[in-house]
């Protein structure tokens, strides 16, 4: 059989068969099977399966994560590959630490990195609700990827609870399966350290909790909300103002006939505690309570030019080579008249394709008939709330799908809405809808689980919507692997070449002189010295990554 499919190139295999013929064969042969099952008694089994929210949620928190260890005979727990991995896995070492800030360190000139501050502390600039999730499974199970695991797992559970409040029990599990294939096992969120699971867990628990709110105002509903509201609040300050705005509008519409003050009451103080963790960390890491360590960043660094901020001339401290290259870059991209109206509108239509993210392709023809929907005041809301994130988080330069993680249920809600409503008009449409989709899903995994055969590295070339590291293009695990296996602390300078931009290895641990490895920029000969007298019991390596591939020899004396 493998020699069947050794390659996808026609000429090069017994039956003369392409690409195209294989996945064709691959979704006759999926919607025959289908077609030759009981539906009746499937869909009997599927509906009593639905009722039960314990067994529903449990399946679809193990799943997304069993599904993702199968790969990992061939696929490994992820590398942390882009700083912004790296500088939430120092902040989860920080809080492992039992601490919201580092010292600064003497000779923090060779640390500069991404995304880190190095005074008036040594600390992580980003929010501390991912953190707080790796740094979980970093303590529970010996790695922090364990967080990131666990918290699409809840996601993906979550999302069915959610969706049980606005839909029937059958069609809040298929959401919840389509969370887990869409957002699972193959997922960028699930396959980085960068974030997207725990915001997405927010807004299940708050648009979970308002339907219930208008049901029965009682009070667990209220503090499931709090507990949303206070999870995104830790995780991404900025949405959180859409979000708080899109709860106020659900109870503004004629959707509730009368507010209960009690719940909200109770959603107000659980918030509490995560302002005042923030203000907390605020204080520990930028030495102010109103300064976030984000903000006190972009003050020392310069901040994109979107938002006509210069780099602060009162900082002393120079920006390193590669954030004056990212400063020039986002420039010359925005320009200065980036914040007219023109510029604003046009930033949104080249951000369409990144909501691609949100639907499996067949997914697309069910969005139609969730439009017809918008006549109920409900889904209405539902398509202002992710209009008003879209337009929300357009104000900044850039995009990732986890900025609006928090409506990642809505996109859900819409999409079986608009099934549902499909299903009503003509039931046969909306089976082979989902059929697709659970094929697309399979077929792509199928190709992951089987390795690095040949046929299955030619087809997955195409493929646009997986995450997972294949291979190592930037050598960073060979490097690892071969400090790994040095005896003894190491110490490696890093030597960029002068074409170098934005792939940073400078990336240190909470205690960096407790580390096993320290990684520092090469300063040059003079300046390095000092840095070889404060270790002088360290192996001192230099690193090349510019290099094809990187090299790594003893560093010269």
Known sequence: MPELFRT????????????????ELALAILLLVFALLNQSRLQLYFRKLAEKPVWCMSLLAILPIALRLLLAVHYPIPTPYVSDDFSYLL???????FRLANPVHPLHQFFETFFVLQEPTYSSIFPLG???????????????????????????????????????????????LLAVIEFGPINQWMNSYWGGGVSAVAGCLAFGALPRLRETARLRDGIL???????????????????IVSVALFFAFPLIRRVELKPLAAAA????????????????????????????????????????????????????????????????????????????????????????????????????????????????????????????????????????????????????VGL?????????????????CFAHFFFWYGLLLVGDQEFSQAMRRYETWDAINQGDPEGRIAINAQLAQAPGK?????????????????????????????????????????????????SVWLLEPDMRPPRLRPYPR
């Open 8 to 23: 996808f190139l026609p000429l090069r295999n017994p039956i003369g068969f392409g690409a195209s013929d294989f996945i």
């Open 91 to 97: 902040e989860a070492d920080t809080l492992r630490h």
């Open 130 to 176: 991912q953190a707080l999730v790796l740094a979980l499974g970093w303590t529970v199970f010996g790695h922090p990827w364990a967080g990131v695991a666990l918290s699409i797992g809840a996601f993906c559970a979550l999302c069915y609870w959610m969706l049980r409040g606005w839909t029937t029990p059958a069609w809040a599990l298929l959401g919840g």
């Open 225 to 243: 909300l709090g507990v949303g509201l206070a999870l995104q609040f830790l995780t991404r300050p900025f949405e959180w103002i859409f979000l």
């Open 269 to 416: 103080l659980v918030m509490l505690p995560a302002v005042g963790l923030t203000l907390l960390q605020n204080r520990q890491v930028t030495r102010s309570w109103t300064t976030l360590p984000y903000m006190q960043s972009r003050y020392q660094y310069g901040v994109p030019a979107t938002f006509t901020v210069q780099p602060n001339a009162v900082a002393h401290r120079e920006m390193t080579r590669e954030q004056q290259l990212d400063y020039m870059l986002q420039s010359e991209i925005h320009g200065k008249d980036t914040d007219t109206f023109a510029t604003y509108f046009a930033r949104l239509g080249g951000r369409v394709k990144n909501y691609r993210f949100f639907f499996l392709p067949p997914l697309y023809l069910a969005l139609p008939f969730f439009l017809l929907s918008l006549r109920e005041r409900r889904f209405a809301w539902v398509a202002i709330t992710l209009l008003l994130f879209a337009l929300g988080t357009n104000f900044y330069p850039y995009f990732y799908s986890h900025y609006i993680a928090a409506v990642t249920c809505l996109f859900v809600l819409a999409s079986v």
């Open 420 to 436: 549902q409503k499909l299903n009503r008009w003509r039931p046969e449409p909306a089976r082979l809808l989902i059929y697709l």
């Open 490 to 538: 190491q110490l490696v300078f890093v030597r960029y070449s002068a074409q170098h931009q934005f792939r940073e290895w400078v990336h240190n641990g909470a205690d960096i002189d407790g580390s096993t490895i320290v990684w520092a920029r090469d300063l040059g000969e003079e300046e390095n010295k000092k840095l070889l007298e404060y270790y002088p019991d360290r």
